[in-house]
Every structure is written in structure tokens, then in C-alpha cells.
């Protein structure tokens, strides 16, 4: 008998997920431990395992849609057996229903009563030439696209108005915009004016109503509550940068060329900063503590969270007990997690269960800025970019400096002001002299 795969919990916080790709097609034959598919959770994109042996039977979830957790996304069962309906087995859960409005419902709408239209129905000769996919928009001018459709012209730069949809109801799906990228789709007809009209100013971009992505919609409620319940107070110190840009430039001079296996390595700024932060732990402890309502909790390992930007917005993947591993380990685990990062590759517990975090845009020129704080952690670290400005030395003589922001995000319930700044103070004795973070 046919056994029908659910959508899992995949994470903590998981409601929903969008089936990014199918990894088994309809046809295929499967075995318990297979991956079948892959899903885009709130926190990472991660596969679906199948627990059953036999051949995949049907999709009832398509490339792009979203799925709530317990809902049917396929069949499995023996070569030849026809799959159950879904509305038997499991249910359809609102989120399908919502999906599945396109030729249905647009069907079941015609033949019952005409769809209200503010304009009259067009007459024979005009609706031949309408293509067979029907209209693109909806009855509030909204373009109808997949969920899929919508992330892939954005991300090609193809304006959805030009594309004439030939799915469902008129409903621009993949290959639609894969025609058009070609040059090869059907342009969209321009529609009469009935008067001339001066040309509007060409737009930077063309309006869009992009998806709110799971990981966008769980960036957006992780900030608000540490916001709106975190009381934030905010700190900054300047720091000599000229040091730690000396050390980097002299350990990358004698260790880049090397291959691996003779010690090569390449430390990059942030891997300094990173070293830096969880040895300023070392002095000032206090700050390694986490909110946890009715009690703080003071950690006595360093687990140090670091954000990566990526194209959905920004993770923080966790160093373990930074406080324990050399400059060199702290260098290629920062990498082989940005790696991951970026390939949306991260597991939930390689981006949870941080003490401290540390954000750096100094790659990006910014020179200070505040983070906001990772709960439940007591602070989080905003570094900026090392400025070559004027600076006035020991002498009182003014001289070509080199300065970094080092900001401090802090949660006044778990620490005070004193508390931030002298980790700040051990901090930058530390970047001013980085030999102390190699012993």
C-alpha cells in the first residue's frame, strides 16, 4: 500500500518551508534513508529524508510552493500502484488549498456564475486572440506568478510584466521566465493607448511585490523581540589598527604561498577579530553571560557567533569554545562555515546556542555602526573599517594613523555599562597588541 511523506519539523521554530527542488523524480525508486527533496526552512535549506523503500508514485508539492509541517508532499509505494488522493490521505492543509486556486478554482468559478469584471466580457474575436494561459494579473492588477517564478526573475532582473504566463490562469511559472531569459518567451502584448502620452521617467527598477522568504520572516521576528525587549545600551571605542593590520600582513607574507599540508594559511582580519573577542573574554567574563527570564546565566565557554551575508539576508553560525582553539583552527572553522553559510548549507545547531556574537562590516568601508543583539546573548560586537586619517601621537605630534570603531550592543538586564566597557578595554589592548592573543 502507498505511504504518503509528510512535510517534518526541520527546525525549533519551523511552520512552514518552500520545496526548493525535488532530489527524486516521480518514477524513481527510493530507499528508507534517501533524500528526496530539498526545503527551505526559516533558519537553512535542508533535505528531506524518505523512510519507506518502493518508487516515488506522485508530487503533490511543486518546486517552489510552500508547505506547512504534516502536510502530504508525495507518494510512495510499488511500481504500477496508483497514488492516493491527498484529500484522503493526510488532508490538504490551507497553505495547498491557497496553491491550487489557479485552474480549479478559476474552472469551477467559470461554471457556476461569469466572472464580475468592472469591464464587459470580451467579445468572440477579441478572446481568440488572448493566449490560452489566460490573464497575468488578477482581479486587483497583481501579476499572478509562482513563488519560484517571482524568485528567479528577481534574481535575473526580469521585469514579470513582460512575460506573458502560460500555466494555470494565466500564471507565470519557471519556464516562463527561462523562455524569457532566452529571449524565446511570448512578450507580453503592449496595451492600445488611446491617446498619446509623454514618455514617464524610466525607473531604476520595475515595482515588484517580492515573497517574504522563511529565513527573511525569522530575521524579522528574531529582531523585533530583541528590540522591543532587549533594553539596548550602546558603547564605542577607538582603536589602533595599525598592530593587527602589521601582524596579519606579516603572518600572510610568510604562511600564504605554503601549501596546507606545510602549515599555508591566509588569516583575513576577521579571523583576527574573532581570536581577539574570545580572548577579551578571558579578562572580563561577566560578558559571556545570557537572559533566561528568572535567572543569568553565566557560560563558562566561549560559543562565538559571527554574521555572514547572504542573499536572503544574514545568518550567524557558531564557533564552538573559541575560547580554546588557536588563531589558526578559529581561522579555517570561520571558513568552512561561510562556506556553508553561503551554499545555505548550515544545520540548526551550527547557528544556535552562541554566548557572544561579533558583526563585522569594516569589508564594506563602514567605518562604526551598533548591532542589534542575538538573543540571548548580553551583547554583540560591531566592528568598522580600519581608517587611514590623521592622528596625534605620543609627542603631541600629528602623524598618519590608522583607526577602527569597535562597537558594543549591550542588554541592560543581563550587564551594565561598566561591564561593556572594560571588555572593551581588554579588547583593544589586545588588537593594539596582537602577539597576546598567540600565547
Known amino acids: 500500500m502507498a505511504e504518503i511523506i509528510e512535510m517534518p519539523k526541520l527546525s525549533d521554530t519551523m511552520t512552514t518551508g518552500t520545496l526548493v527542488s525535488w532530489l527524486k523524480k516521480e518514477g524513481d525508486a527510493v530507499s528508507a534513508g534517501d533524500m528526496i527533496a530539498e526545503v527551505e526552512t526559516d533558519k537553512a535549506t535542508m533535505e528531506v529524508e524518505c523512510f519507506e523503500d518502493g518508487v516515488v508514485l506522485k508530487h503533490y508539492i511543486k518546486q517552489g510552493e510552500s ?19 491527498v484529500g484522503k490521505a493526510g488532508g490538504t492543509s490551507p497553505a495547498k488549498a491557497e496553491k491550487t486556486e489557479g485552474a480549479e478554482q478559476s474552472a469551477a468559478q467559470k461554471k457556476d456564475k461569469p466572472e464580475e469584471s468592472p469591464a464587459p466580457a470580451p467579445t468572440q474575436e477579441v478572446a481568440e486572440k488572448v493566449p490560452s494561459g489566460g490573464s497575468t494579473t488578477d482581479g486587483a492588477g497583481r501579476i499572478k506568478a509562482s513563488p519560484l517564478a517571482r524568485k528567479m526573475a528577481a534574481d ?26 532566452k529571449g524565446g518567451g511570448t ?12 514618455a514617464p521617467a524610466a525607473p531604476i527598477l520595475e515595482d515588484q511585490e517580492l515573497p517574504v522568504s522563511n529565513m527573511r520572516a525569522a530575521i524579522g521576528r528574531a529582531l523585533v523581540a530583541s528590540k522591543t525587549e532587549a533594553p539596548h545600551f550602546y558603547l564605542q571605542m577607538e582603536v589602533d589598527g595599525a598592530p593587527l593590520a602589521k601582524l ?15 602549515g599555508g594559511v591566509k588569516f583575513t582580519v576577521n579571523d583576527l577579530i574573532l581570536k581577539a573577542a574570545a580572548e577579551a573574554v578571558r579578562r572580563v567574563p561577566a560578558i559571556n553571560r545570557s537572559w533566561h527570564g528568572k535567572t543569568i546565566k553565566q557560560h563558562g565557554a566561549v560559543q562565538l557567533a559571527f554574521g555572514v551575508a547572504i542573499d536572503d539576508g544574514l545568518v550567524t553560525p557558531v564557533i564552538r569554545d573559541a575560547q580554546a582553539k588557536t588563531l ?24 544556535s546556542g552562541s554566548t557572544l556574537t561579533v558583526t563585522n562590516l569594516g569589508m564594506f568601508g563602514i567605518s ?8 540571548p546573548n548580553a551583547a554583540i560586537l560591531s566592528v568598522g573599517a580600519t581608517i587611514r586619517q590623521p ?19 549591550g542588554d541592560h538586564r543581563v550587564i551594565d555599562g561598566a561591564v561593556g566597557a572594560q571588555y572593551l578595554a581588554a579588547l583593544r589592548e589586545i588588537l593594539e597588541t596582537p602577539a597576546l592573543m598567540l600565547v
Open 187 to 198: 512578450p507580453k502584448a503592449p496595451t492600445p493607448a488611446s491617446t498619446p502620452a509623454a
Open 248 to 262: 596579519r600582513s606579516d603572518l600572510n607574507d610568510r604562511l600564504a604561498e605554503l601549501p596546507p599540508e606545510q
Open 156 to 181: 535575473k532582473g526580469i521585469d514579470l510584466a513582460t512575460i506573458e504566463g502560460t500555466g494555470p490562469g494565466g500564471r507565470i511559472v519557471k519556464e516562463d521566465v527561462l523562455k524569457a531569459e
Open 328 to 351: 589558526r583552527q578559529i581561522a579555517q572553522e570561520a571558513k568552512d562555515l561561510i562556506g556553508k553559510a553561503r551554499k545555505k548549507k548550515l544545520k540548526p545547531d551550527e547557528m
Open 67 to 85: 508547505v506547512a509541517i504534516g502536510e502530504a508532499i508525495c507518494a510512495v509505494g510499488e511500481k504500477g500502484e496508483k497514488a492516493p488522493e
Open 368 to 375: 562604526d555602526f551598533y548591532g542589534i543583539i542575538n538573543p
Open 391 to 409: 592622528v596625534v601621537d605620543d609627542s603631541g605630534n600629528i602623524v598618519v594613523g590608522y583607526r577602527m570603531k569597535v562597537g558594543l550592543s
